[in-house]
């Protein structure tokens, strides 16, 4: 970990802004905010949850010229227009197994009672749960567990937490409990263990719930494509390295005693982060669950299948009948011209975009195996969500050994949301000096590109990250909506026709 000798903590009356109005800007903000001695402002180009952040994922779809009431939409404007945004990321899993990264551990054991705290006060607003502890199911793809699965039970139980997990001794048994899985037990993934502490959270409400709280402790919000929108950071034209404050789009500048920048897949491309992060593209996807099987899909528990391995991952049906599953591996790349820093290709500006064809193939062949149910439905929905994926998988939280004055939050590597409650009161522990276990893991690193290393869960992954659309690779391009449904998936032109795609 690289010391910043030239940071010093904000003092009592400072003016304190962050950039990025997601996970770790939101909890940041109102972990700040509970001091009740600083000034806090917000900056966010979209209104939030915002529409291009791996938490919510919204996809503008129509202009219109009024305000139409929506409940299943957000609605943010541009000049004269109105935009509509489809909420199209609808989870995230909240786990506690780690391996051997106990700290991840640790502090989701804290998560997990805020959590609970965030339900009880949504109940009380008559408002959904935000937390559903349906467990988490980790398989293992062979007759033993992974180094990873084994691990996350030594670790879990050796804490003391060992009456959360529930551990299947035989086949039989996962399919007694679980008999969703019969096929997927048949198909090899016959070990498994159930943590019955884990679930999945609604990702745009746990957002929104957190910016309410904002609100309500008097954190300010900028929000706009210009005036929330930040263009640089503003230096002292007088000392070229000490940050007073920020530029945005409309030409304003707003000057901050210091400057947090929570800005995630983003980052790489706004300041130099010494290669400590990449923008990473992971792939997503949705079925619309059939009736026959909604009953039985509503109670599945999260589940991992061999997640260390093969990256596959998916959650039950929500209310609306979705059904998502992810891949987290170690993702695409997407450079930019000028300078070859990847950074996030959106359906903002891509509306057209769905997930590489190379990665349609793959989520088929393995849900084949695992889901053989889905092998006849069409995928209604898929997505590039973009991680900041950190050099060796923890968070980069540490001042910035270039600037005086700025704070760098990010590096979330795909697995930050879970611990959007409690991570803002370690990243108030850093800006304000105090050392921790945490300051000391997510601190500045001195390492380089040739040391980079996934996080645990994808720690038997291999790390070869590919280059998103790029020419003369088939495998890269995007897949068109008709290469979703299910009747090209088995046929020549989507398994065998590499030459076409």
């Given amino acids: ?48 949850p915002s529409p291009d952040a791996a938490s919510c994922g919204n996809k503008k779809m129509k202009e219109r010229n009024t305000p139409p009431p929506t409940s299943t939409t957000i609605l943010f404007h541009a000049n004269t227009s109105y935009f509509l945004l489809k909420k199209t990321d609808i989870n995230k899993i909240v786990r506690m197994d780690y ?84 096929k997927t037990v048949e198909n090899g993934f016959k070990t498994a263990y159930l943590n019955k502490a884990g679930g999945w959270c609604n990702s745009s409400e746990a957002v929104k719930h957190i910016y309410d709280k904002c609100i309500q402790e008097g954190v300010q919000f900028v929000m706009g494509e210009k005036k929330g929108c930040m263009e640089k950071v503003y230096c002292d034209p007088k000392n070229p390295n000490t940050i007073v404050g920020i530029k945005t789009v409309d030409g304003q500048i707003h000057y901050a005693d210091r400057v947090i920048l929570c800005t995630g897949s983003w980052t790489a491309g706004l300041i130099d982060m010494h290669h400590q992060v990449v923008a990473t593209g992971q792939q997503v996807v949705q079925f619309d669950t059939p009736d026959h099987l909604r009953k039985s899909w509503e109670t599945l528990p999260v589940w991992c299948g061999d997640i260390s391995n093969t990256g596959f991952y998916g959650f039950p049906c929500n209310a609306n009948g979705k059904m998502k599953v992810g891949k987290h591996d170690s993702g695409y790349l997407n450079p930019r011209m000028e300078d070859e820093v990847s950074v996030p290709r959106t359906q903002m500006a891509h509306t057209d975009d769905t997930i590489p064809i190379g990665g349609l193939r793959k989520f088929r062949q393995f849900l084949d195996k695992f889901l053989p149910d889905t092998s006849n439905l069409d995928i209604s929905y898929a997505r590039v969500c973009w991680y900041s994926d950190s050099i060796d998988g923890d968070f980069v939280i540490s001042p910035h050994p270039d600037f005086k004055n700025l704070v760098i939050a990010t590096g979330d590597s795909g697995h930050a949301l879970k611990f959007i409650p409690i991570v803002g009161f370690k990243i108030r522990d850093i800006i304000e000096g105090v050392e921790t276990d945490y300051s000391r893991a997510w601190g500045w690193r001195d390492m380089n590109t040739k040391e980079t290393r996934l996080d645990g869960i994808r720690a038997d992954s291999l790390l070869q990250r590919l280059i998103l659309c790029e020419a003369n690779n088939d495998d890269c391009r995007m897949s068109t909506k008709e290469e979703l449904k299910a009747h090209n998936y088995g046929s020549t032109r989507l398994v065998m026709n590499k030459s076409r795609l």
């Fill in 1 to 48: 970990m690289t010391e910043n000798k030239h940071y010093t903590p904000p003092i009592p009356g400072s003016k304190i802004i962050i950039v990025g109005g997601g996970c770790f800007g939101l909890s940041t903000a109102y972990a700040l905010a509970l001091k009740n001695q600083y000034e806090i402002q917000v900056f966010n180009k979209y209104p939030i």
């Fill in 99 to 182: 391996a051997n990264d106990t700290l991840y551990m640790h502090l989701m054991v804290e998560a997990l009672g805020l959590w609970h705290q965030w339900n009880a006060e949504r109940a009380a607003q008559n408002l959904e749960p935000v937390f559903h502890p349906s467990g988490v199911l980790m398989f293992s793809g062979k007759d033993s567990y992974s180094d990873f699965e084994r691990d996350s039970l030594k670790q879990i139980r050796e804490a003391g937490y060992g009456h959360f997990v529930e551990e299947y001794k035989t086949p039989e048994e996962i399919i007694q409990k679980f008999p969703q899985f019969k």
